[in-house]
């Protein structure tokens, strides 16, 4: 158990709708991370919060948009979702953001 | 342009036998580098990792990795592999905040 937790596991809704996926990090990590997992993209990057404030993005649709929150748990919202966005979704946080990660267990999309 | 290249993408090795997964990196500077290993529907787990110092690192679950410098490489292994070891195995970089993976390494471990 890496302390990051994920939530909901599991997801399943249709093209056209908006989800909210959430993470806690670690007890004292500031920054959070989040990564999608598909099989034809494999692990890519989307976006980087560090104490609230947005530190790097990556590859994250526009669609897709992200925060970090007071207590420093985060939230990934994807709207307008595709088939193509199914994936796992993973959270990962560390302490200031630059050094170990410590990756959640997913939340695994199903856009029908 | 900065890039982590996992070269194989599948590996089938007996139990008991030796094993090495490479990794390449191309960064201007040397990067921070990382093993995780994934189970199947489970998150990723970090195995080892490489800041500064000595080039051969020893990771948990038996696994140890080699920073060279001069090729650009942060291959692992492990001297015996067990069956437990089947997974995917993913390389990854930290440069100036940028976090990049591999496309992964699928072991299969045969009895």
């Known amino acids: 158990d890496s302390g990051v937790t994920q939530t909901p596991k599991h997801l399943i809704t249709a093209t056209g709708q908006r989800v909210t996926l959430r993470c806690s990090p670690r007890?004292?990590?500031?920054?959070v991370y989040w990564y999608q997992q598909s099989l034809d993209q494999g692990l890519q990057f989307l976006i980087q919060?560090?104490?609230?404030?947005?530190?790097a993005k990556g590859n994250i649709l526009e669609r897709f948009s992200a925060q970090q929150f007071p207590d420093l748990h985060s939230e990934l919202n994807l709207s307008s979702l595709e088939l193509g966005d199914s994936a796992l979704y993973f959270c990962?946080?560390?302490?200031?953001?630059?050094?170990?990660?410590?990756f959640g267990p997913g939340t695994r999309l199903l856009v029908l | 342009a900065q890039s982590v290249t996992q070269p194989d993408i599948h590996i089938t090795v007996s139990e008991g036998a030796s094993l090495e997964l490479r990794c390449n990196y191309s960064?201007?500077?040397?990067?921070?580098l990382f093993w995780y290993v994934q189970s199947p529907g489970q998150g990723l787990q970090l195995l080892l990792k490489y800041f500064s110092g000595d080039t051969l690192v020893q990771g948990i679950k038996g696994f140890e990795a080699e920073f060279k410098r001069s090729q650009s490489s942060f291959n692992l292994r492990k001297p015996s592999v067990h069956w437990s070891d089947a997974a995917e195995y993913f390389c990854a970089v930290v440069n100036n905040n940028d976090m990049r993976f591999g496309a992964g390494t699928r072991l299969t471990v045969k009895p």
């Open positions: 960064y201007g500077a040397t990067p921070y």
């Open positions: 007890s004292g990590d500031l920054s």
């Open positions: 919060y560090y104490n609230g404030e947005e530190r």
């Open positions: 990962a946080s560390s302490v200031t953001g630059r050094e170990t990660q410590y």
